[in-house]
């Protein structure tokens, strides 16, 4: 039901799928009218992680799955990633070039003001907050176009309650029992079981909470309340009863033209992070790569392995991803690609629509879910 690599990132790779790396401007390249890119916001900070290239992988798996259309299009794909914090790197507003953006996790302070290496919540981490300013624009500019997109995990989601100013980084304490990692459960709200695309996630678990993938130090807070006209809180977390917590843990923040599919959307979680042999294979391509330590790599390696021990949790963890991330990823480039082979005479019957069409509605999407 939910689409996804089969085969291990070794064995798959796609000819028209590049990747660039944006610290400058020289770095670049020009824009080409047969290569669809797609901005990461790679809010890192140069820490070591698996997210950053599990989205550029999530990318490269679309385009695999649509590579006859490609190649009879005479299209390509390319992720430009664009280092945000650590040389303020930004890409342009929406236009001709790009109209997809996906914003990842990293380390330290949602306010990069708080981050000064010492304090706690920064992780060591040092900044320049130049960028901020830049970066809220840019999501602006994303808010006002249409038909541009936004989906932003984990620390992404943060800065964008931030740009919003809908809740507030509190540091979580030992009351809460410090960081939340591994798999840990969200709370639908009813906003969202009423929702054309998550109450259809909302049927399915049948109004139970919904598992995700956890690395957060910090809960966001709402306020103030209620949100302003057009924000959407989907999810909070889950207490230790189950019923739902006081931080907010994914927003819609505009939806598409359509009216089904999230066009910003931020969760703060790891959708991204839900698949085993993809993980390992990662972690060994940067441990080969020395990007990380062999330490890192072991500690990594366990942590995954204790996420992914259980087939069911796997299941419902693989569940959740696809409606926060793979599924509206999938929507967008979609019809990033079919547009852009429509402006150069091709159609080929790609259709973003078959993405909605292809989830079913299993039960009363208002059942059991809490207001």
């Given at each position: 039901?939910?689409?996804?690599?089969?085969?291990?990132?070794?064995?798959?790779?796609?000819?028209?799928?590049?990747?660039v790396?944006?610290?400058?401007?020289?770095?670049?390249?020009?824009?080409d009218?047969r290569?669809?890119?797609?901005?990461?916001?790679?809010?890192?900070?140069?820490?070591?992680?698996?997210?950053?290239?599990?989205?550029?992988?999530?990318?490269?798996?679309?385009?695999?799955?649509?590579?006859?259309?490609?190649?009879?299009?005479?299209?390509?794909?390319?992720?430009?990633?664009?280092?945000?914090?650590?040389?303020?790197?930004?890409?342009?507003?929406?236009?001709?070039?790009?109209?997809?953006?996906v914003?990842?996790?990293?380390?330290?302070?949602?306010?990069?003001?708080?981050?000064?290496?010492?304090?706690?919540?920064?992780?060591?981490?040092?900044?320049?907050?130049?960028?901020?300013?830049?970066?809220?624009?840019?999501?602006?500019?994303?808010?006002?176009?249409?038909?541009?997109?936004?989906?932003?995990?984990?620390h992404?989601?943060?800065?964008?309650?931030?740009?919003?100013?809908?809740?507030?980084?509190?540091?979580?304490?030992p009351?809460?029992?410090?960081?939340?990692?591994?798999?840990?459960?969200?709370?639908?709200?009813?906003?969202?079981?009423?929702?054309?695309?998550?109450?259809?996630?909302?049927?399915?678990?049948?109004?139970?909470?919904?598992?995700?993938v956890?690395?957060?130090?910090?809960?966001?807070?709402?306020e103030?309340?209620?949100?302003?006209?057009?924000?959407?809180?989907?999810?909070y977390?889950?207490?230790?009863?189950?019923?739902?917590?006081?931080?907010?843990?994914?927003?819609?923040?505009?939806?598409?033209?359509?009216?089904?599919?999230p066009?910003?959307?931020?969760?703060?979680?790891?959708?991204?992070?839900?698949?085993?042999?993809?993980?390992?294979?990662?972690?060994?391509?940067?441990?080969?790569?020395?990007?990380v330590s062999?330490?890192?790599?072991?500690?990594?390696?366990?942590?995954?392995?204790?996420?992914?021990?259980?087939?069911?949790?796997?299941?419902?963890?693989?569940?959740?991803?696809?409606?926060?991330?793979?599924?509206?990823?999938?929507?967008?480039?979609?019809?990033?690609?079919?547009?852009?082979?429509?402006a150069?005479?091709?159609?080929?019957?790609?259709?973003?629509?078959?993405?909605?069409?292809?989830?079913?509605?299993?039960?009363?999407?208002?059942?059991?879910?809490?207001?």
């Amino acid at each position: 039901m939910y689409p996804s690599s089969a085969a291990s990132p070794e064995a798959r790779s796609v000819p028209g799928f590049q990747t660039v790396r944006i610290e400058r401007a020289r770095n670049l390249p020009e824009p080409d009218p047969r290569i669809v890119d797609v901005a990461i916001l790679d809010m890192n900070h140069a820490w070591p992680n698996l997210g950053h290239d599990s989205l550029v992988k999530a990318v490269g798996e679309i385009a695999l799955d649509i590579e006859p259309y490609l190649d009879a299009a005479g299209l390509a794909v390319r992720v430009l990633s664009y280092d945000v914090r650590g040389s303020a790197a930004i890409p342009e507003a929406p236009g001709d070039r790009l109209q997809l953006y996906v914003g990842t996790g990293g380390p330290g302070h949602i306010d990069p003001r708080r981050n000064d290496g010492v304090s706690p919540g920064s992780q060591g981490i040092v900044e320049d907050p130049a960028w901020e300013g830049p970066l809220f624009r840019l999501f602006d500019a994303i808010r006002s176009d249409h038909s541009a997109a936004l989906l932003a995990v984990c620390h992404s989601f943060g800065v964008v309650c931030r740009w919003l100013g809908v809740a507030r980084p509190v540091l979580r304490g030992p009351e809460k029992g410090g960081k939340s990692s591994g798999v840990r459960e969200n709370v639908l709200t009813g906003e969202a079981a009423s929702h054309p695309w998550f109450g259809r996630l909302a049927a399915e678990v049948g109004g139970a909470p919904v598992s995700i993938v956890d690395s957060r130090l910090f809960d966001l807070i709402p306020e103030p309340k209620p949100f302003p006209p057009g924000i959407v809180g989907i999810a909070y977390e889950a207490s230790a009863g189950g019923a739902r917590g006081e931080a907010l843990t994914m927003v819609e923040v505009a939806r598409d033209a359509g009216g089904t599919m999230p066009r910003m959307l931020a969760v703060n979680h790891h959708p991204e992070i839900r698949d085993l042999p993809m993980q390992r294979a990662l972690l060994e391509r940067k441990l080969a790569r020395a990007e990380v330590s062999p330490e890192w790599c072991e500690e990594r390696t366990r942590t995954l392995a204790e996420v992914f021990s259980d087939p069911e949790t796997e299941a419902r963890v693989v569940r959740t991803s696809y409606y926060t991330l793979l599924g509206p990823l999938r929507f967008h480039l979609y019809r990033q690609v079919r547009i852009r082979a429509a402006a150069l005479g091709f159609d080929g019957g790609l259709d973003e629509e078959q993405v909605v069409r292809s989830v079913p509605v299993v039960s009363d999407p208002d059942a059991g879910l809490p207001s």
